[in-house]
């Protein structure tokens, strides 16, 4: 039987940098981030960035950010070879449980596209509730909606990655 893909927290070895440099350029660029993105912002204090694979080969990523008890979600990206099996579904919960051991968020939040029917149905199915809009948030005039998840404290939810 295959093992399930893990998810782990990135520290910036050369292996883990190898990988996102690779996949910043193979994977597509009209949905990817460029490397520099991720390297200004993991130089933001409270910043973490979660990989689904092995440490030289990855399959997913979900980028966030602590701040005031609050973890944004900037950005959760699945290779398309490997979507429609969950890995996004596994890649929120480990953004979850990773926001609530590193820094006690409490709850989380994201902006998102009304065009992007994808992640839509990944944030509520996994219980996130949509809490506002905002208007021409993005730079082709589309709004973004916001969602917001909690409680975030294992605790209170009752399981954990
Ligand atoms: C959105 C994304 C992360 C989903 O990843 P994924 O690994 O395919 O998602 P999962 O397999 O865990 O899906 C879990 C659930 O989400 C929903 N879902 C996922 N993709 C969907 C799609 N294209 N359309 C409708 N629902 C979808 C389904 O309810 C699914 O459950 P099911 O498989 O039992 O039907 C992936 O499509 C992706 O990387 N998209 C490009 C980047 C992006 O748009 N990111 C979000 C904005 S930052």
Known sequence: MNQPIAVRLY???????????????QWDSREFWPV????IS??????????????????????????GGVAELFYIYVDPLFRKQQ????LL???????WELYQAERAYLEVRPSNQGAIGL??????????????YYANGEDALIYEWEPLNPTLIG???
Not at 18 to 23: T, V
Not at 36 to 39: I, L, M, V
Not at 44 to 55: D, K, R, S, V
């Open 123 to 136: 944030y509520e199915g996994m219980g996130w509730k949509r809490t506002g809009r905002r208007a021409r």
């Open 11 to 25: 520290q910036g070895t050369a292996p883990e940098k190898a990988a996102l440099e690779s996949l910043c350029q």
């Open 36 to 39: 520099e993105e991720f390297y």
């Open 93 to 99: 919960l480990a953004f979850r449980a990773k926001a």
């Open 87 to 90: 890995l996004g579904k596994r």
């Open 42 to 67: 993991l130089k933001i204090p409270h910043t973490f960035l979660l990989y689904a694979g092995q440490e030289d080969r990855w399959q997913g990523i979900v980028l966030g950010r602590e701040m």
């Open 159 to 161: 399981t954990h990655l």
